[in-house]
T-cell receptor, first 113, second 112 residues
Framework: GAGVSQSPSNKVTEKGKDVELRCDPI?????LYWYRQRLGQGLEFLIY????????KSGLPSDRFSAERTGESVSTLTIQRTQQEDSAVYLC???????????FGQGTRLTVV | SQQGEEDPQALSIQEGENATMNCSYK?????LQWYRQNSGRGLVHLIL?????REKHSGRLRVTLDTSKKSSSLLITASRAADTASYFC????????????FGQGTILTVHP
């Protein structure tokens, strides 16, 4: 695709429900990142996929958070048993790896009520 | 924890003035990047400077990197109201190959 695509753009969910966020990276990009951004805050690293290497999950805040990526394609970020503090914009980015420019999607705004 | 830390947290200037934002980091890096964010959504890449470079220019942007002080600065010259946004530095490489780690950002407001 032309850019990184994230869906849905907005998601409102009830506390305790599970949610899945999707990211379609730019074709050919070997690296994919997920970040969380709370209102007025910086980007909090969540997870990083690079090719066939084991993902760097060091930023996942709890075991309620998980992410998968099949090959160098789509990634899904799953949040189980959502809590109000999970409310944030979740941003996905991809690049060619090797510390090159990263391209961001427009994010998914998650609101847990 | 965040690798890069920007300062100031907020900067307010008049159109035509220059804006300078600083970024400090803690561990060794391969490169440092600057990004811009409008309205809390996707970030746009501005410029990348590698660890063996000291200065880089792109249009009205000038970035410096001092690896001995583990710091970088972003200068926007002749600012415009449209430059109003949040600016983030991101560090990559070093001990975390490829992973980009962002700071808290500087909110820049340019008054017409």
């Amino acid at each position: 695709g032309a850019g990184v695509s994230q869906s849905p753009s907005n998601k409102v969910t009830e506390k305790g429900k599970d949610v899945e966020l999707r990211c379609d990276p730019i074709s050919g990009h070997t690296a994919l990142y997920w970040y969380r951004q709370r209102l007025g805050q910086g980007l909090e690293f969540l997870i990083y996929f690079q090719g066939n290497s084991a993902p760097d999950k060091s930023g996942l805040p709890s075991d309620r958070f998980s992410a998968e990526r099949t090959g160098e394609s789509v990634s899904t970020l799953t949040i189980q048993r959502t809590q109000q503090e999970d409310s944030a914009v979740y941003l996905c980015a991809s690049n060619l790896g090797g510390n090159t420019e990263a391209f961001f999607g427009q994010g998914t705004r998650l609101t847990v009520v | 924890s965040q690798q890069g830390e920007e300062d100031p947290q907020a900067l307010s200037i008049q159109e035509g003035e220059n804006a300078t934002m600083n970024c400090s980091y803690k561990t060794s890096i391969n490169n440092l990047q600057w990004y811009r964010q409008n309205s809390g959504r996707g970030l746009v890449h501005l410029i990348l400077i590698r660890s063996n470079e000291r200065e880089k220019h792109s249009g009205r942007l000038r970035v410096t990197l001092d690896t001995s002080k583990k710091s970088s600065s972003l200068l926007i010259t002749a600012s415009r109201a449209a430059d109003t946004a949040s600016y983030f530095c991101a560090t990559g490489g070093g001990t975390s190959y490829g992973k980009l780690t962002f700071g808290q950002g500087t909110i820049l407001t340019v008054h017409p």
